[in-house]
């Protein structure tokens, strides 16, 4: 569908080797979902975060690059320094040229980068869709990486800034 992107957030080398939940799946359900756009001319979009010098996700550093096993292959990539993929990226104005209407969502830390990116698309007009078991993240002191992950998911995104919907329904849908 030419109205539409996949949006692959911040699935970088230094935040996959940290281990969040479940990352060998999310990491696989991505990998597919790649896979799956670019056999259906869908674009495939990359954002990347710097957190400056010093931190794990410094520009130009190891940590920094996008995972090896979902790099780019000649697709854009936009870099940030906020949570959210719109925020002084030109990525709005990028999809808007294109006259996209729908984002696929995908990647890392879901109540971070994905959660400020899926609102933000939402707040433009983007209708979003985040197919399960494409984004994750890291317990803290309060939540479990799983309770983060199904929180935002299931009671703050679905139905309400997005829908969540099973990644077979999702490439069942473009197939069908």
């Known amino acids: ?3 539409t992107v996949l949006l692959v957030v911040d699935v970088q080398t230094a935040m996959v080797k940290q281990n969040p939940y479940q990352i060998e799946r999310v990491v696989s ?12 001319g869908i674009e495939v979009i ?5 957190d400056g010098p010093g931190s794990d996700l410094e520009r130009n550093t190891e940590g920094w690059q996008i995972y090896s096993e979902i790099s780019p292959q000649g697709e854009k990539i936009f870099d940030k320094q906020h949570n959210s993929a719109f925020l002084h ?32 698309a939402f707040e433009y007009g983007y ?17 479990s990486a799983k309770e983060l992950y199904e929180f935002y998911n299931f009671e703050i995104w679905n139905n309400r800034f997005a829908k969540i919907v099973p990644i ?9």
């Open 1 to 3: 569908m030419k109205d």
């Open 29 to 40: 359900n991505i990998k597919r979902l790649i896979a799956f756009c670019r056999d259906q």
């Open 46 to 50: 990359y954002v990347r975060h710097d």
């Open 89 to 120: 990226t030109g990525l709005k104005e990028y999809l808007d040229e294109r006259n996209i209407r729908n984002i696929i969502l995908v990647g890392l830390q879901t109540e971070y980068c994905i959660d400020a990116t899926c609102k933000a």
């Open 127 to 143: 209708n979003v869709i985040i197919p399960e078991e494409t984004n994750t993240t890291f317990s803290n002191k309060y939540l």
């Open 168 to 176: 077979n329904d999702l490439t069942g849908a473009f197939n069908g």
